[in-house]
């Protein structure tokens, strides 16, 4: 594949501080070279770059197989990584409109539920690795992102808080298709928890299941031979209009027949959280609260909800 944009006008445009891939030195970081570009430039860095180019190759971590990536989200490579992108400009941007200050010098994130570190190294682009701690309850996924060499700090913690995050340790705080999966008591410990982590004025932006996905599992079951990953779906949401009834009434949706998951069944499964529940009950910890339907961002099929803590 060409290399794309890598010389052209977007780059110069991004601002000072940028260098080529060519003359970069062993001190260039990801977010130095690619901080403002564009999302198809960062696509092909996390991608088809990181294996072509020389520098990419020792800037980013190494990629964990494709049967591993496939674990966490169903999704590989170019695939997931296109997802991510998309997961982490939401978070990025509800950040934003909290009222967050990305810029300023500092700033700590934290990845709750990293996984293998396919957001966390999508975040690359604007924060060193330096800023960003992976935090994630399977020994699995934190031996993965030391074997690839994540360069983030990365802190084991367990199904439920308390863990050993400090206080007021983070300014902003991502979970991908980790509380879309939470129980609703589990859930609002770790509401409590994150809120905890958080300094005054951090934001915290995690997904859910989203409305449709009631539905989905339905569709789901109705396949004349269901694939093993899909066998916790299909189990999920049976009586699918009483689920949608419940949603509107914003009740928490969990259903724990999650089929294959090591995990008790009252701890994770699938949840479909809607707008009412977030409201009511994350003003316990947070002064704003936004949801977004995943009908409404279109991005991918996880709603997003965004919190920022007083201060
Ligand atoms: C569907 S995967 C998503 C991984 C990653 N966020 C991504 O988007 O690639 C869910 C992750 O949440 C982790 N997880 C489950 N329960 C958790 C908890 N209570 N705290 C932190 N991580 C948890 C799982 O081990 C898994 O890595």
């Known amino acids: 594949m060409k290399i794309p944009f890598i010389h052209s006008q977007s780059r110069t445009d991004a601002g000072p501080g940028r260098v080529g891939l060519d003359t970069a030195s062993d001190s260039t ?91 966390t190294q999508t975040l690359f682009r604007d924060f060193d690795p330096a800023r960003i701690t992976g935090c994630d309850v399977a020994d699995q996924a934190l031996a993965i992102c030391r074997e690839t060499r994540l360069g983030c700090e990365l802190i084991k913690i ?70 093993p990953h899909a066998l916790g779906t299909a189990a999920s949401f049976r009586d699918p209009e009483a689920w949608k009834q419940r949603y509107d009434r914003g009740e928490f949706c969990f259903d724990g027949a999650n089929n294959g998951q090591h995990w008790p069944d009252d701890y994770y499964g699938e949840a479909v959280v809607p707008e009412g529940f977030a409201s009511a009950k994350w003003s316990r910890f947070f002064t704003q609260i936004r949801f977004t339907p995943a009908e409404k961002h279109g991005k991918f099929d996880q709603s997003v909800i965004a919190a920022r803590k007083s201060g």
């Open 29 to 119: 970081t990801l977010r130095e070279l690619f901080r403002g570009c564009p999302d198809a430039e960062w696509l092909w860095a996390l991608t088809d770059g990181r294996a072509e180019h020389p520098c990419l190759r020792r800037l980013f971590p190494a990629l964990p197989e494709e049967q591993f990536q496939k674990q966490f989200t169903g999704r590989s490579n170019r695939d997931t990584f296109t997802q991510a992108i998309d997961a982490t400009n939401l978070f990025l941007g509800e950040a934003r409109a909290l009222g967050l200050d990305l810029d300023r010098p500092g700033l700590e994130v934290l990845d709750f539920g990293c996984g293998w570190g396919r957001i």
């Open 158 to 227: 367990p199904y439920l808080p308390p863990t050993e995050l400090s206080e007021a340790s983070a300014d902003l705080i991502v979970a991908y298709s980790v509380f879309s999966h939470l129980s609703e008591d589990a859930h609002m410990a770790w509401v409590e928890e994150l809120a905890r982590v958080l300094r005054p004025g951090g934001v915290l932006v995690v997904t859910t299941r989203c409305r449709a996905f009631i539905d989905y599992t339905e569709s789901v079951r109705r396949q004349p031979e269901i694939p």
